[in-house]
């Protein structure tokens, strides 16, 4: 499975001053999950407008499949299966006919596209919703519905642009299964799927985190994280806001944030047991409480962190 399925070398995009995706180069392989991760406004959604041909770059070649998307748009669309931040439901038709109408503009014959689109609502687990009028979907069930008509041509390639934004943790594991079983199973898909969050970006075969329009940092989850090892404390105790403002105080500590009741704190690297001997008895000196502090494997979170220091020098 070591096909290329996505060569994306030097893609720009901008919009007067604004440069949306500056120099981003992706190559994806076949049977992989890639994940664009980063916040609102890093490029996530202009890539992938870009990749799927709705959008032309200023500079850059794209090729899917082996097709240029500049030049044989709709060879490569015949290869994609695509769902948008919005995905528009056509909310007084069925489960089935929103399919079908997706279908049919793609070519595919009553005669495919029937047995094709039962096929997927039972993978989805829309089967025993397929008469329902998609405005009386939950959200979740919309979100199914939207992965389904992008799965319904038979796609070697799925872009999913943030399609878990907005809808509760238990639809999100629901969704996730769904896109490892499409990759892992007989389909084979490649997924590429932009994300803010990191619990989803640690599920994805590689991930390129983004940030202004950059890729500034590409690899796996484990070798991403394995940059910070040993260097992240957690420590838990009262009051946080005294606990953050004393760490910060640390010479061999670099950074200091907060995560929910705790903190996380990155130090220097191999002064991690001095950080916590001397730290604990500082804290103690305050009046304040040292309930637990210890060293933790990194989070992406940390990893993005600090990437985004890095890049703001």
Known sequence: MNETLVQANGLKKYFGDVHAVDDVTLNIRAGEIYGLVGSDGAGKTTTMRMLVGALLPTEGSINVC??????????????????????????????????????????????????????ILEFVGLDKFKDRRAGQLSGGMKQKLGLASALVTRPRLLL???????????????????????????????VIIS???????????????????????????????????????????????????ISMQDAEIEEVAAFGDKLHLRVKD?????????????IESQNAKVTSLRVIPPSLEDIFILLTEFNDE
């Open 160 to 190: 999913l642009d943030e399609p878990t934004t907005g809808v509760d943790p238990v639809t999100r594991q629901d969704f996730w299964q769904l896109v490892i079983k499409l990759v892992s199973g007989q389909e084979g898909v490649s």
């Open 270 to 282: 191999g002064t991690s047991q001095n950080v916590i001997t001397r730290l604990q008895k500082t």
């Open 66 to 119: 082996g097709y240029d998307v500049l030049k044989e748009v709709e060879n490569a669309r015949s290869q994609i299966g695509y769902l948008s931040q919005r995905f528009s439901l056509y909310e007084d038709l069925t489960v089935l006919e929103n399919i079908r109408f997706f279908a049919e503009i793609r070519g595919l014959s009553s005669s495919e596209w029937l047995p094709r689109s039962m096929e």
């Open 195 to 245: 994300t803010p969050y990191m619990d989803e970006a640690s599920r994805c075969h590689r991930i390129g985190f983004m940030k202004a329009g950059k890729i500034i940092a590409e690899d796996t989850p484990s070798n991403l994280r394995s940059q910070l090892n040993n260097r992240i404390l957690e420590l838990r105790g009262e009051p946080l806001h005294e606990l953050k403002h």
